[in-house]
């Protein structure tokens, strides 16, 4: 199967046959369920809770130092995608690709307010607080390392339209 995967996450394989596996690892899953009663597998998921610990998210994740994050993602500490225009493309140009592309997407102009929710490490509220210099952007998380990083870039970056 990790060959077969392979070549799918690198674009060899048709999307017919793309559609094809997929809907064979659909079946497979509905048969590992047990008797094949998706009706009352939907009853159970429904009435479960959406996170059994969401407390064990936050400690193994949101709560991380921001220095394990500086060594491992680009200049923008951007985690969620990046968009790599050309072959030879670093990560850095590849984040500020992105960040701009989601810029260009919400049709962002300069002065307006933000609220950026679930900002993550600050990379899009940090680029549009140093892009367009009359927009305000309040960016939210629940991390409080995420947050005092954010406020402190902003310092350092002599941004005054931000806040976390």
């Not at 709560?63 to 969620?80: D, Q, T």
């Not at 995420?146 to 970056?157: H, L, M, P, T």
């Amino acid at each position: 199967m990790k060959p077969a995967l392979w070549l799918a996450e690198k674009g060899y394989v048709p999307e017919f046959l793309l559609r094809v596996g997929i809907r064979r690892l659909l079946a497979e899953r509905l048969r590992d369920l047990g008797d094949g009663d998706l009706t009352s597998w939907l009853a159970h998921m429904s009435s479960s809770p959406v996170a059994l610990v969401p407390e064990k998210a936050n400690e193994q994740h949101y709560e991380v130092p921001p220095e394990f994050f500086v060594m491992c993602l680009g200049a923008n500490l951007k985690y969620s995608s990046c968009l790599y225009e050309h072959e030879g493309a670093t990560l850095e140009q590849a984040e500020e690709a992105m960040l701009a592309l989601t810029c260009e997407r919400a049709k962002l102009r300069d002065g307006q307010k933000v609220l950026e929710l679930g900002c993550g490490w600050g990379s899009l509220s940090l680029w549009i607080a140093s892009h367009f210099p009359n927009t305000t952007i309040t960016s939210v998380s629940n991390s409080a390392p995420q947050c005092a990083y954010i406020n402190d870039q902003a310092k350092k970056r002599g941004l005054t339209n931000i806040r976390a």
